[in-house]
């Protein structure tokens, strides 16, 4: 039973984690709704829930995160939410994941954690599959979507590094969103004249930020602590796939050759890294 819970926790947690993409993507692809007001219904959205759950378990105790995540956890949500304008779901979860994990593997080698042979022909084998991805062509994403796409994942593998030791992560991560809240507020402000907004859009940026954010997250809290480190880090391998496939199935985006060249160097080096590892990976908090 306990392996079953897990199994069917970490499931959800992953199809949430795509979940976002493909929010996102259809929000901005497919309704009226801009990137400036989809980044603030969903922080909103989310801090409410977070709170809620929070305040369940026994209460936001005061100082629970910080104005310095925060606003890494405002920097991805901006930079997420504008390069899915031009990303497809798949390509934009890869580039993410890419940049996550990535960041957070070069801050243990800038920290002096030494890496075993596999695990540097890993890093380069991930680094190439980033690049090949985006060389110019018909068929790579657009240049700005995916910068922007690679910023967001800068700042949330940040996000993550800070968070490791912050306590207890669901208070931490509701403080944070509540704290992101004014942020993305003055970011809808100071591009209020491209303001749009439809019921449609706000519906998908209100289920990213409550359900594919806040409940996502409380569900991979409560899985966490039933998986190994490196089971935690690899199955989030998974999530570009699922976020590519659904992107295909429900928003009828194109599985290209080079986005399934790209996603098996990317994903196979990063898993090199975490595999080979001999000390635990860090899992990433999305």
Excluded at 8 to 18: G, R, S
Excluded at 130 to 147: N, Q, R
Aim: glycine share 12%; with cysteine.
């Amino acid at each position: 039973m306990p392996h079953a819970r897990a199994m069917i926790l970490t499931l959800l947690a992953l199809i949430a984690f795509a979940g976002n993409s493909l929010l996102c993507r259809a929000a901005l692809a497919h309704t009226h709704i801009d990137a400036a007001s989809f980044i603030t219904v969903r922080l909103l959205s989310g801090a409410v829930v977070l709170w809620c759950l929070a305040w369940l378990r026994g209460g936001m105790r005061t100082g629970s995160g910080n104005w310095l995540s925060a606003f890494a956890l405002f920097a991805y949500a901006a930079a997420f939410s504008f390069s899915y304008v031009h990303l497809t779901a798949g390509a934009g979860a890869l580039l993410l994941f890419g940049a996550v994990q990535t960041t957070m593997i070069s801050h243990g080698i800038w920290s002096g954690e030494r890496m075993r042979l596999l695990q540097s022909l890993g890093l380069a084998l991930a680094f190439g599959g980033l690049i090949g991805l985006l060389l110019p062509g018909l068929s790579a994403p657009p240049l700005a979507g995916a910068l922007l796409m690679l910023v967001a994942g800068i700042a949330w593998g940040i996000y993550s590094l800070r968070g490791r030791s912050a306590g207890d992560p669901l208070k931490v991560t509701a403080g944070n969103f509540m704290r992101a809240v004014p942020m993305a507020l003055a970011l809808s402000l100071l591009l209020s004249d491209q303001a749009a907004l439809d019921p449609a859009g706000v519906a998908y940026a209100m289920l990213s930020g409550a359900l594919a954010s806040g409940v996502g997250y409380a569900i991979w809290y409560t899985a966490l602590p039933l998986l190994k480190s490196t089971t935690a880090a690899t199955v989030q391998l998974s999530v570009p796939v699922i976020a590519a496939l659904g992107g295909a199935v429900f928003l009828g985006e194109p599985l290209t050759l080079r986005l399934l060249a790209a996603s098996v160097a990317i994903i196979g080096g990063i898993a090199l890294v975490v595999l080979a590892g001999k000390r635990k990976a860090i899992p990433v908090k999305r």
